[in-house]
């Protein structure tokens, strides 16, 4: 039996036409059923072997799955299109009946849609972690759906043991370990946010049980929203949503190349029987999406790898050429995550992924160059509004013969991050690469996500057949490193808005970075009378590469800067026969809650001075507000 278990807002369903001459009676009238977990169902034909064993192994996932999203009713929706082996019309009834039976015995209220029907449905899926789940039941049990090609590193990762320490900046280490669900080893009073990185990490712990904030936040904003008429994970952008995920990209795209970085684009699917790419797929950690095209078999790519690598495969290199950076940012990486492990954006199965690989002679240039990226990601992360010193932790995890030969280099880099860090020590090495680091995020459920994050790479210029002429006129094989300078960028994205929100919590008002926000001043007329006036300051604030909108509906002042706060507006300005004739801008500043009378051109000065460094795209929407649709609501 096949079930996909979606919980909803509200289902409606109106019967139209009978299907099949066995068909339920019913009236051709809508229903509708509130906060409900839909089930729609197909029985198939080797749930004959025990009609009564499948209804009960499904009513159990039923139960389990309405107690972990707590809906109030259960719908069962008889939906044949489930499966490619229906069973008879008969058997189906007999065990949606069951079904049913179950439970209402159960308690549980039930409605069901009338099976061998043509239906007009309607559906609103909540959009959090659990809300859409798949089953395929047998009289053994219940099943999963199939979770894409799984890595012998995958496999592998699971089994592996690490050790772990703290290790703080003046170069002490800690031996650390979870005891009766408490970390021990080190004190953690002052570094409460590290404490709650390090028992993520060593609990391995990825499930989400209850929805981030974020997810709230991206669609209060009109930012983000789901797609259900796509794969989990995927996502699609307003125009709000998609001017700052732009910008992210721009921003991190010319800090690389001002450092050096050679961008290049590479395609987005490979030959899954390519021998180096297949060797490479089962020493990453990742489940592959694959497709059957009409020549061959393929993966979606995971990251700009395989094309960097296939291009300086072909190159011609000298040593002169090393250090070389080769950076591409990737619309779109894909890695098929697990369902429970999808978190709105901060876990998803398409994202956008800037990746710079390093080519370096040997292993000395090697921890030169990380150290340099090291410092270039820590302005990058700054410049994005996200503070290591405040919002990130760093992790470290590396073989212990390469920490036992590299522990100055590794305590430079503790050093240099200026508080204790979170290290993984493996005794032997499982992956391609003998180090790497991490900066971390750790959001308002107490769930860790990486943003960036480097790797030191001792195999695949070997596996890839790179190689360089270097001073003795000898071919040698590169140390390659792995830098992704910001993370995914929808993770920027999922990291901005979880600390907006936990700023929030602590009653201050959530902001973006000045640069990020869709609308950077928001013009409120008084009256009717004042909007020419006010549409004249906004045109002549956006010619100096400035947001600026006008809110000219019918609506009080009051109410027009409560629906600029409720849209985080950076900085909000009344006008009225006051400032028409003082030509003074009383100007609210969202960040600090303070009003100021200032002039036209100091506005512009103040703002121009603040994001004169960053990356600029006009606004992405009519400057009226009345002339603007509602995106997600």
Same mark, same amino acid.
């Given at each position: ?5 979606? &919980?909803?807002?509200?289902?409606? =369903? +109106? ?11 019913? +009236? ?42 707590? $809906? ?12 490619? +082996? ?7 009834? /007999? ?21 061998? =029907? ?54 002490? *280490?800690?031996?650390?370990?979870? /005891? ?10 002052? &570094? ?6 390090? &028992? ?26 789901? !797609? ?84 300086? &495969? ?38 956008? *992924? ?71 020590? =493996? ?20 769930? $860790? $996500? ?25 071919? #040698? ?12 960028? !929808? ?12 700023? *929030?919590? #602590? ?7 000045? =640069? ?74 969202? +960040? ?42």
């Amino acid at each position: 039996m096949k079930i996909l278990l979606l &919980h909803s807002d509200f289902i409606e =369903w +109106e019967p139209r036409k009978k299907a099949i001459p066995g068909a339920e009676e019913a +009236e051709k009238k809508p229903v509708r059923v509130r906060e409900a977990l839909a089930v729609f169902s197909a029985v198939e034909k080797p749930d004959r072997e025990n009609l009564e064993q499948v209804a009960e192994n499904t009513v159990k996932e039923i139960l389990k799955v309405s107690s972990e999203v707590k $809906a109030r009713n259960i719908v069962i929706y008889p939906y044949v299109h489930l499966s490619q +082996e229906p069973s008879s019309p008969d058997t189906a009834l /007999k065990v949606l009946d069951s079904m049913e039976a179950l439970l209402k015995k159960a308690k549980k209220k039930v409605y069901r849609a009338p099976f061998g =029907w043509y239906k007009a449905f309607n559906i609103r899926v909540k959009g959090h972690p659990l809300s859409e789940l798949s089953r395929s039941i047998s009289p053994k049990g219940v099943s999963s759906e199939k979770i894409g090609e799984v890595s012998e590193a995958l496999r592998k990762e699971k089994a592996l043991k690490s050790k772990w320490f703290v290790l703080e900046p003046g170069g002490k *280490m800690h031996k650390i370990e979870i /005891k009766n669900g408490r970390l021990q080893g080190f004190d953690f009073s002052k &570094h409460e946010n590290l404490r709650k990185f390090a &028992h993520h990490e060593m609990a391995k712990s990825r499930k989400v049980k209850e929805e981030p904030p974020h997810i709230r936040l991206m669609r209060k904003l009109q930012l983000v929203d789901y !797609e259900s008429a796509s794969d989990p994970g995927n996502f699609r952008y307003t125009p709000y949503g998609k001017l700052i995920k732009s910008l992210l990209e721009e921003y991190v795209t010319r800090k690389m190349i001002e450092n050096g970085a050679m961008e290049v684009e590479t395609p987005i699917m490979y030959d899954y029987e390519h021998p180096a790419l297949k060797d490479y797929l089962n020493r990453f950690p990742a489940r592959q999406y694959t497709i059957e095209t009409p020549n061959k078999r393929v993966f979606l790519r995971f990251s700009a790898c395989f094309g960097q690598f296939l291009i300086l &495969h072909d190159s011609n290199i000298s040593y002169k050429n090393l250090p070389m950076w080769l950076y591409e940012l990737t619309r779109y990486s894909f890695r098929v995550e697990q369902r429970g492990e999808l978190a709105g954006l901060r876990r998803l199965r398409a994202f956008t *992924m800037p990746d710079c690989h390093a080519f370096t002679r040997d292993m000395l240039q090697a921890k030169e160059e990380m150290m340099r990226r090291f410092r270039i990601s820590k302005e990058i992360q700054v410049g994005m509004g996200i503070s290591p010193k405040k919002d990130l932790e760093l992790a470290i995890r590396m073989v212990r013969d390469f920490h036992n030969k590299n522990k100055g280099f590794v305590s430079k880099m503790v050093k240099e991050w200026g508080k204790p860090v979170l290290v993984e020590m =493996w005794d032997k090495r499982l992956f391609y690469f003998v180090m790497k680091y991490e900066f971390n995020f750790v959001d308002a459920l107490d769930k $860790a $996500a990486a943003l960036t994050t480097d790797q030191i790479d001792i195999e695949n210029a070997e596996r890839y057949g790179i190689r360089y002429t270097d001073v003795d006129n000898k071919r #040698k094989y590169p140390i390659i490193l792995h830098l992704s300078p910001s993370g995914a960028i !929808e993770r920027v994205i999922y990291a901005l808005l979880e600390k907006a929100y936990m700023q *929030m919590q #602590k009653k201050k008002n959530p902001v973006l970075p000045l =640069w990020l926000a869709p609308t950077q001043v928001r013009i409120c007329p008084v009256s009717d009378k004042h909007l020419d006036y006010a549409v004249k300051i906004a045109e002549d604030i956006s010619k100096h590469d400035i947001r600026v909108d006008v809110e000219d509906r019918d609506e009080t002042i009051p109410r027009k800067i409560q629906n600029a706060e409720s849209e985080w507006i950076s900085m909000i300005v009344v006008v009225g026969d006051k400032e028409k004739k003082s030509g003074k801008l009383a100007v609210r500043f969202r +960040e600090t809650g303070e009003i100021k009378n200032i002039s036209k051109d100091v506005l512009i000065k103040d703002i121009r001075d603040k994001t004169a460094d960053f990356p600029f795209r006009p606004l992405p929407v009519p400057m009226l507000l009345s002339k603007r649709p509602v995106f997600i609501g």
